[in-house]
Each structure stands twice: as C-alpha cells, then as structure tokens.
C-alpha cells in the first residue's frame, strides 16, 4: 500500500515538473484570442488518443493516415499524422466552427514535417460548409512552416468545419502545432486600373495615345508588340528613342507603361519589352523566348528569363505575342507568384486567352496590333463581355469597363485581391486549378513526366 502511495505521488510530481518545462510558444495569445477553434493548441487530449474536439474523417480505412497527439521535445502537445505505408494514403482531421455572417477571417497553422516533399500535395489546410476556403501559401521559420490566409466568409451565418488533410505520402510525417481561424478586419481592395491598344501607329501616334491613357488615370498602359514599326534589321539601342518616349511618358502621367520592340544588346537582337515605373525608372525587361519562326529567320535571339516584377499594386509578369500558344509560360508566372500577366501581339487567339487566366489564376491584358484588345480576370471572364460563357460559375472582379474607339483605348479596373475560380462552387477548395498548387489532387505530379516526354525528340518504334 505504501509503495502504490509512493508511486502515485510521483507520477503526480513528475507530470507537474514536465508541464512546468514546457517552453512558452510566442504570441500564444495572438492565436488564441478570438480562436474559433475551442482546441487549436491541441493541449487538451492524451498522448496516443484525438485532441479533444477533433474527430478523424478516413473515407478508406485501407488507407488511413494515424492521428494522434504526442508531446514534442518543448513539452507542448501537437496533433501529428503519418502514413500508412500506402502512397495512396488519405485522411482529416475535423473540428466544427460557426462562422458569422459578412466577417472576414485570417486562417493560420503552424507546422513542423518530414518526408514531405511537396507541401501542397501532401496537406490541405481549410474551411469546408457553404462557403470555403483555406490556405494556399506557406513561409518557412527555421524548422517551423507557417501558413496564412484572410478571406471572406459567408453571406449568411452557417455551420462549417476547419480540416486538416494528410495525403499520399506512404511515410511522411506531419507536427501541427498549432491552427487558428479568428475574425479578422476585411483584406482591401487591390484595385488596378489597365489601358490596352489595338491597331499601328508611329511613335507619334503613341506619345499620343499614352497622353490619352493617363489622362484616365490609369495603373498600367500597355502598347503592343513592335509598336514602334521597326523591323528586326532597324533594332534600337536600350536608351533608344521607344524606351525614352515609355519612360517619359510613364514618369509623367505616374503609370506603369510598357510594350515591345526590337532591341540591340551585346551584339544580339532581341523582341523586347521595358517595364517603366510611375516616377519613369526602368522596373526590368523580358525578352521574348518563345519566337515566331520568322523572327528567327531575321536574326532575333530568344530571350532566355522569365522575371516577375514586382509593383505597388502586386506581381505582374509579360509575357509576348508567340508566347501565349505555349502553355508553360504563363504556368511559370504563375508558379513564380504573377498576379497580372500582360501580353503585347502582333496577333493572337482570343479563344484561348480564358484557359490562360483561368488555368492559372492570373489576370490577363492584351495589346495587340492586328487583333482586339482584350483584359480577362482569374476566372476568364472578359471585360465588357454582353454575352459570358454560360459555363463559368463565377463572379467577375472586373468593374468599370469602357472603350475609345477614337484613340483605340479600353480601360478596366481589376481587382487583385479576388482572384475566383471558373467554378467557385462557394469558394476555391472545391475548384480551383492552376497556380493555387494545393488544388492539384493527384498523387504523383506531372510536370517531370512532361519534362521528360518534351525531350524525348526521338519516335520509339516499338511503340508504334
């Protein structure tokens, strides 16, 4: 009896030393003020058992990833998921929230994992009900991975549920630390206003057309490719006479102002485009990579990069005329965080121009000189559209659309911060392809297999 006494005493004193050592977490209280989560520390539930509140969801018991709490080196206790030993392996974790009507909400987690090669594909983090929504980038802290998003929440006040998806890795692991879903103020508008031309004119007709363009007090004036009229065997020096007039120009109406010519650099050619600020400072260049096969043929060199720049109102990425057939372009800005794309042409496929913004989540200006102008939102609905596709299940960000015909202007306002998917189904956790990678659902990417295929130039005969 003595020795039963003895050993409970102990084990008592032992658990409260080891809850004493456990080292604060930083702004503890900044995540858990306001949490909807009644557990998102995961502090309350047994080593091996559920946090309490959480409830695993595994629709495949034959893939079932294990949940459990366990108590990391710092003393804190973390809600953990490993694999099953299938790369097939699936599962959640749930707790149910009650979310406002008309709030905005900041959804956060802090992580640590291993044998996770690509967080996109192996977590999800987000709000599931009527409406939803979730995380879709990440920053990493030393050994710690945190992810954050703000977004709306539903016009009216409904039931939902924060999940916590672990998938197709046969022997990763994840340490979630900590997740929080709190109200937050609304994410404000990032509204940009974009001017785009169509049709030829000397540099006289654009110094013109810039004037008219700042006068509507536009963000960003897009020209289109060549518009200086010159022929790859008349290239301009980079202060040559088109850069000089974008510059000056975009210094005077304070507009981001861009469009492409044929250049002389180090004894090469190049078709391209000089993206001026709003004080006339050169914010960087690109140049052309995929050319047309008669650009070729005249002696132009490919461009080699593909830069995002960065600008008061966001990311925007160029991409030129010839460019907009190859689908990897505009993937690849998107992937290096491009927000807003602007393609200068001599000529394009209108048709394909949805696909592009809506593949990718981008928004999407063209210039061209033989073709209309045209400016698309990340949902691929066009500006000044009277008949939308009927398909696309989404709002549109853009707003105030109008057309010059006189000086062959059309201007719209996009909005940045709302990037819809085509189907929006209530929000992007149910649709949303291209560039939010976490959306992608297979288990084993595609990209390298493409990479592969493309340089395979030779025919395997076996397989005919």
Not at 234 to 254: D, Y
Request: charged content about 25%.
């Amino acid at each position: 009896m003595t020795l039963r006494v003895h050993t409970l005493a102990m084990a008592v004193i032992l658990a409260f030393s080891f809850s004493l050592s456990a080292e604060p977490r930083s702004s503890d209280a900044d995540w858990n003020t306001g949490n909807l989560l009644t557990n998102g520390d995961f502090s309350r539930g047994e080593p091996g058992r559920l946090p309490q509140g959480w409830k695993a969801v595994c629709p495949n018991p034959t893939i079932a990833p294990e949940f459990r709490t366990e108590i990391d080196a710092n003393g804190h206790r973390c809600l953990t998921a490993k694999g099953d030993g299938h790369e097939e392996c699936f599962g959640y974790v749930r707790e149910r929230v009650h979310l406002a009507a008309g709030k905005t909400y900041r959804m956060r987690v802090q992580l640590r994992a291993e044998g996770l090669d690509d967080l996109n594909r192996h977590l999800i983090h987000g709000v599931f009900g009527e409406m939803n929504n979730g995380i879709f980038t990440y920053r990493k802290e030393g050994d710690e991975i945190i992810g954050e998003n703000c977004f709306a929440g539903p016009a009216k006040a409904q039931n939902a549920e924060v999940r916590l998806y672990f998938r197709f890795s046969p022997s990763g692991k994840v340490w979630w630390e900590r997740v929080s879903l709190q109200e937050c103020a609304p994410e404000p508008a990032r509204l940009v206003k974009i001017a785009c031309s169509w049709g030829r004119g000397n540099l006289e007709w654009w110094s013109h057309w810039l004037d008219e363009a700042g006068k509507k007090n536009v963000d960003v004036a897009l020209l289109p490719e060549m518009f200086n009229g010159n022929s790859p065997n008349k290239p301009e020096a980079s202060n040559g006479p088109s850069a000089t007039l974008l510059a000056e120009k975009a210094r005077q109406w304070h507009m981001y102002v861009t469009g492409t010519y044929y250049e002389k650099r180090d004894g090469m050619v190049y078709n391209t485009a000089r993206l001026f600020d709003r004080k006339g400072n050169l914010v960087g260049l690109y140049s052309k990579m995929q050319l047309y096969e008669p650009e070729e043929d005249e002696g132009v060199t490919p461009g080699t990069n593909l830069p995002v720049f960065d600008t008061d109102f966001g990311k925007l990425g160029i991409m030129i005329c010839y460019d907009s057939w190859f689908p990897e372009v505009a993937r690849l800005l998107a992937y290096k965080g491009a927000e807003l794309v602007l393609l200068p042409n001599a000529g394009y496929y209108l048709g394909l121009m949805p696909a592009r913004a809506a593949d990718n989540g981008v928004y999407l200006a063209a210039s061209s000189l033989n073709d209309a102008a045209g400016i698309w939102d990340a949902s691929g609905a066009r500006a000044g559209d009277k008949s939308p596709d009927p398909s696309r299940g989404a709002p549109s960000a853009i707003s105030d659309y109008q057309m010059d015909e006189q000086n062959r202007i059309i201007v719209a306002t996009v909005d940045l911060s709302s990037r819809y998917s085509p189907a929006w189904h209530g929000g992007p956790m149910h649709s949303a392809p291209g560039a939010r990678r976490v959306r992608q659902s297979l288990i084993r990417p595609l990209e390298g297999d493409v990479a592969r295929e493309a340089a395979q130039w030779w025919t395997n005969s076996s397989a005919q």
